[in-house]
DNA sequence: TTGAAAAAGGGTGTTTTTCCTCTTATGCGC
DNA sequence: GCGCATAAGAGGAAAAACACCCTTTTTCAA
């Protein structure tokens, strides 16, 4: 039987190398090619010849990040497998890359025989979860943590303005709206995300990623 | 003649034993072993046959840092060449980097071509900086981004006060200084850091690692 | 279609932040 | 001892942030 073909989503490209290196030395498995980003994989796919089995993705990546390409695979391709590879366990990034479709999620410091093992079973049984991923996913099922998913995206908006110096004034003019009205997303946000001020929403919004440094 | 030993200390293993995989590739080099931090590094060097050319060290480790461990080896060991390996792309880690005595910085998205380069220029002359590293360096000699270093203990503990989500009265309270003194460090903060107010002030000191989240 | 919930806007007052200027101390070279 | 730079400390006022309580408009599902 022909290995199965597993594809490298990640633009950190000697790392991209190195776990190719990794998974063609894996029995049964063989990398066809590499992606630098979401992008990337999207244009390849359109050559039926290029549908893998399963994706390594990256979160983090320029262009089309692991979220939305997995995200679009989910649709497009619901045969393709997508594992998340990430140095980042931060909880609603794991959340969303599991919404977005993913059927494993793994930290980056793990050994190569977790990534074989995860490779196995994500085709054998659907899905492959480490313990740490596992325990988080139920930690994070009511706590504030996943606060982030009920924010709206003008809410988001507004965290982003916050977090890039812009007084209350200022963000209200970017909005389109009345200077009190964001006094309302002020205070909202407050209380949702138990924060005390606006340092509180700016740190909120990096432990989230909702802004990025 | 005996390959160069290069020695990894990598605390996300996936990656260490990728790289591990590279370099063996690498005519000339050998990996003798890895580590996970900086101090696993310590004890085996404690062993002179254990004593590598070079070592590509991450620098975000837990127990013993890359920048910590940099600078011991350069008192203990000054004949082994260090080479950073790191995701993070902050001038002022790479600085940090260099000045602990590392004789080369790679991001962590360099091909492996370029690692092989690395490898050889740092055995054959010493050094090696890729473009994006010496325009940093170039940049950094006397713009703000090395104000980080005349921060003063004081001040450091303000900045870390401020991004507690404390008041400036309250700050005042737990530096025993009167509020107006407080205004103080702050006004010279925003001039030496040329941010315009406090949520300046907190992305500075969290892009700077003068903060942890 | 109606009524509950969410979004937008408003008033008023307090606290905190920010900006500008000023004095006092401390050290350092000559 | 004298001038001079430099840092700590502080006053006053304006701006912004924060808190609390309120009304109108829109949305959307029962």
């Known amino acids: 039987m022909n290995p199965y073909k597993v594809v490298i989503v990640e633009d950190h490209i000697l790392l991209s190398q190195a776990i190719a290196g990794l998974v063609n030395a894996f029995s049964k498995f063989e990398v066809p090619y590499q992606c630098n980003n979401g992008q990337e994989l999207l244009d390849k796919l359109k050559l ?11 979160v983090n990546m320029p262009i089309l990040n692991g979220i939305e390409t997995t995200g679009i695979l989910k649709k497009e391709y619901p045969q393709i497998k997508v594992i998340a590879l990430s140095v980042e366990g931060a909880e609603g990034t794991i959340i969303k890359m599991l919404k977005a479709g993913a ?32 325990s ?78």
Chains 1, 2 share one sequence.
């Not at 999620?105 to 490779?119: P, Q």
């Open 48 to 58: 039926p010849s290029n549908i893998p089995d399963v994706v390594l993705m990256d």
């Open 103 to 134: 059927k494993g999620y793994l930290l980056k410091d793990v050994e190569k025989e977790i990534l074989e093992t995860a490779l196995k079973e994500v085709i054998s049984t659907g899905y492959y979860h480490t313990k740490e991923v596992s």
């Open 136 to 213: 988080i996913l139920v930690n994070s099922l009511n706590d504030e943590h996943s606060a982030v998913y009920q924010l709206k995206e003008r809410e988001l908006e507004f965290i982003k303005l916050v977090c890039s110096e812009l007084t209350y004034k200022e963000i209200a003019e970017k909005m389109f709206l009345s200077p009190k009205t964001i006094d309302g997303y002020r205070d909202a946000l407050f209380q949702k995300l138990h924060v005390k001020n606006k340092i509180g929403l700016v740190l909120y919004a990096i432990k989230n990623k909702i802004v990025h440094l």
